[in-house]
């Protein structure tokens, strides 16, 4: 079916994800959608154009999942491998439909003008690029320079001219300087002033009516950006999805309820994008704080989801993966018949999911093995018996759409 949404809403809650990658600085993304969008309604291009500024600053470094990648974001002018988060942001980018026309873009989000400037591509593809680039460079500078703002502006001018025509083109830093005269434009970076400004932009936007299909490739998009940010979770929320859709079929839920349970399934872990790599990799036992990090990430799904109006009962389902019956689970502690029976399908799929996988910690198991734990759970009261039951039934087809990879999810 279709979904009425805010696409604007949809795209800025993403980047919210997308931002929590920084742990303390979770604003990056909205910074430089903020700051190109000023400098290209200073250089005087359209709505349009802006708007499309927006969306891309928010999602521009997509390619990034770990939080060690983050760091270079917002302290280093260039780093090593940089181009590596820019090529997998456009293989993204590529594979969705309502982002596809700005995967070029991000691809040559670090490209040097004086490469850029020559290549066979779009002017406007070029202008965004090197646009994006400069604001994002700006944005590193800042978090580096620490200095009372007239003399940190002053600095940031400095090396952003030492890099005229090489890095950036001298229009593009002559908008910069025209727009970031004002010191509201700097002002404007602050956590409370940006997030004013992007919600002022959100509400302009029109609910308008986006396919199922399309939902979820963007589902999906994300979906991989978190099973990236580990090499022990490549392909869990597919795998998540993919066996929650198979019990839900079974338990013959209705074409709409599946979707629901699809996208709550493919989301589950948005919210896992905040924890440190150390911790979500560590070899050992976690301590108590890393524990409450770890547990934390259902209600961080919840909360980066239910800012997009229709959405509030994915988030809610996808934040209830970590509940026990028993009422012993987390975040939300909720008790027996409080949790929906999609939700039940969803921990059930993902804890068969995550020991059919191996860990920092553990082996990959069998499906007898794996099927043993989730059943002495069931016995313990903490997960649903007929889930359960449904499973020995079927263990081998289980263990199949558990492992599924992302490519043949399409033919489910
Ligand atoms: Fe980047
Ligand atoms: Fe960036
Ligand atoms: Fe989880
Ligand atoms: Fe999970």
Known sequence: MAYKLNFREVVYALSEALDLVGIDDIYHGKRVAFMAAECAIAAGYDDE?????????????????????????VTKLEWKDEQYHCDRGQMLMKKTALFKTYADTIYYHHTHWQDLRDLPVDEKVKIQANLIYLVDRVDALRAQIQLPLNEMKAEIYRIVFEHKDTFFAENLIESFMHASERASFWFFLEDDALEEYLHEWTAKGSVTEVSYDQLREIAIMFADIVDTKS??????????????????????????RLEILELSALLHDLGKLRIDDAILNKPGQLNMDEKLAMNR???????????????????????LHHETLDGEGYPYRLKGEDIPLEARIIAVSDIFQALIQSRPYREAMSAENAYNI????????????????????????????????????MSL
Do not use: W
């Not at 009261?381 to 039951?389: E, S, V």
């Open 231 to 256: 090499p022990f979770t490549a392909q869990h929320s597919f795998g998540v999805a993919s066996l929650s859709l198979y019990f839900g079929k079974k338990l013959d839920l209705d074409e709409h």
């Open 49 to 73: 154009f802006v708007n499309e500024l927006i969306y891309i600053g928010m999602l521009h470094d997509c390619g990034v999942s770990t939080t060690d990648m983050h760091k270079n974001l």
């Open 297 to 319: 990430h259902g209600f961080d799904s919840d909360m980066i989801l239910r800012k997009i109006k229709g959405f509030k009962e994915i988030a809610y389902l996808a934040s």
């Open 374 to 409: 989730l059943s002495e759970m069931a016995d313990e009261g903490k997960l649903d018996r007929d889930l359960i039951a449904l499973m020995r039934e079927n263990l081998s087809e289980v263990y199949r759409r558990a492992s599924v990879p992302e490519r043949s999810l």
